[in-house]
């Protein structure tokens, strides 16, 4: 390869509309415009990104394209004052890997606005590990403890609990001393959740019922990655005045609920998103998980891959069988 040439992960549509992966050969020249050219050391693998990677039209409009909403490297080339060759740098969210190629990519070339430095305290590689489901954690912990719920209340339910989100969540409410229940259907990874920090393990059917639109409450606060009907369970079992934070649709997009919970019990529900919030939300909370909230248990969060490695991934979190977070080595 040449010096403008690297490789990527590129998803084409067949002339039968079936869609393949294929590790190929691109050059800088084939990205976009932008502001910072990026040499992408590591990635992370999402829900969405195996979305886009499989012909998804709500996640990504046109192909062939590169996957990878989360990008952490090293800038090659900016344009802009505050950003020069060398600085460390975090990208997740915004139309990264969506509709503009992204961090399965050796390279990516960004707006400068999309771009964040690597906070101290924390490598590029811990920085994916977290990614977008780790950040979309961070900010669901940090909206509840904004509303208010705090450990003495009582437990707070993290659902979809041994998946990316879900187990930055587990970890990092036990990190702020809460009582964690967590809710999987994988039985067997029960362990692991307590090892995280969960105090107890639940079936997630057993956190599912929507026959009555008020029940016995439950938790101090939710934190739901699940949407459908968990999330409607969650609404009607929470605490008077306790909050739930909603950020995923793998359950559905369909929300099956009651003024109830909301007018009888002053509940609030609230939305998180990652992909759009602004730059000086972003820093804070990166420096917060480089500070009070980095984990001792990266490491037993997290399995490496290479990019030739990464199809068999994609298709396991569509299959619901990833458990904690998948970091992707693009050296």
Known sequence: ??????????????????????????????????????????????????????????????????????????????????????????????????????????????????????????????????GTAGFTAAMSVWRLLEAGVAPEQGPVLVTGATGGVGSVAVALLARENFEVVAATGKADQADFLRELGATDVVDRESVTDTSRPMQRTRWAGVVDTVGGDMLATALATVNYGGSVTACGLVGGYKLNTTVYPFILRGVSLLGIDSGHCSIAFRREIWNKLAGDWKLPLLDRLTRTVSLAQLNPEIDRILQGGQVGRVVVDMS
Do not use: C
């Open 1 to 130: 390869m040449t010096a403008t040439d690297f490789l990527a992960l590129v998803v084409r549509e067949e002339e039968d509309g079936a869609f393949v992966r294929t590790v190929e050969t691109r050059t800088i020249d084939e990205l976009p415009e932008g502001d910072v050219l990026i040499r992408v050391a590591y990635s992370s693998l999402n829900y969405k990104d195996a979305l886009s990677a499989t012909g998804n039209r709500g996640v990504t409009r046109t192909y062939p394209h590169t996957p990878g909403i989360d990008a952490a490297g090293t800038v090659a080339e900016s344009s802009a004052e505050d950003l020069a060759p060398g600085d460390e740098v975090v990208v997740i969210g915004y139309d990264l890997g969506m509709n503009t190629a992204g961090g399965y990519g050796q390279y990516i070339r960004v707006p400068a606005d999309w771009v964040v430095k690597l906070p101290a305290g924390l490598s590029l590689h811990e920085s994916m590990v977290y």
